[in-house]
């Protein structure tokens, strides 16, 4: 099972794409809510704040996939969907990729508007960053201060990230295992001796 997915962490920079006049200024962020695409899209258009398209698409989730194309004006699905199918192309996700176009006086027509776009897309994937993320289950393992060296030995030889610990009356760590070896790691330390393994919140 796949257990990596494709995303950016950083904005990419700005590009430009020109068509009989018409400016399309392309750009990629990575999000991670519908809010965070509405606020994208608020400073962008204070900056463009005399373009006339904000076209744009996303996609959030890694497992269960939400997205949306936006035309903002332009023909049914000369806009949207093209930018959309970039972020498919490039199998990225957690992404908003949002191409800004000032109207030139030459109509492109729908077959043109749905190549720039495209290609303004493209642009702006390609000035990205994109990295590989491991999909992630998260564990609290809780267990006493005797059980410590043994924990500390599985978590060294199956080179496990401790994401947080609180060493309190017990010992308890919170761990993050790829999800093609969480079951095997799930068994290790539930047959331990003594140590408390549950999917974190």
């Known amino acids: 099972m796949e257990d990596v997915y494709k995303t950016i962490e950083a904005p990419s920079k700005e590009t430009l794409f020109k068509e009989k006049g018409s400016k399309f200024f392309g750009y990629a962020f990575p999000v991670a809510s ?4 509405k606020e994208t899209l608020e400073i962008l258009r204070k900056k463009h704040h005399t373009a006339r398209h904000f076209c744009y698409a996303y996609q959030l989730g890694i497992e269960k996939i939400r997205f949306r194309a936006n035309d903002d004006g332009e023909p049914n699905n000369s806009a949207g969907m093209p930018i959309y199918g970039q972020i498919q192309a490039f199998e990225v996700t ?10 030139g006086g030459t109509k492109l027509g729908v077959g043109g508007l749905m190549s720039a776009y495209k290609l303004s897309a493209q642009m ?3 000035a990205s960053d994109i990295l590989e993320k491991t999909i ?3 564990y609290t393992l809780t267990f006493n201060y005797d059980l410590m060296n043994s924990v500390m030995r599985i978590i060294k030889e199956r080179n496990i990230d401790i994401v947080d610990q609180k060493l309190e009356m017990d010992c308890q760590y919170t761990i993050a295992v790829r999800k093609n070896d969480a079951e095997t790691i799930f068994t290790i330390f539930d047959t331990l001796y003594k140590v408390a393994i549950k999917v974190s919140e």
């Open 34 to 37: 519908e809010d965070a695409v």
């Open 94 to 103: 957690n992404i908003l990729i949002v191409s800004v176009r000032y109207f």
């Open 136 to 138: 992630n289950i998260t």
């Open 124 to 126: 702006a994937l390609e």
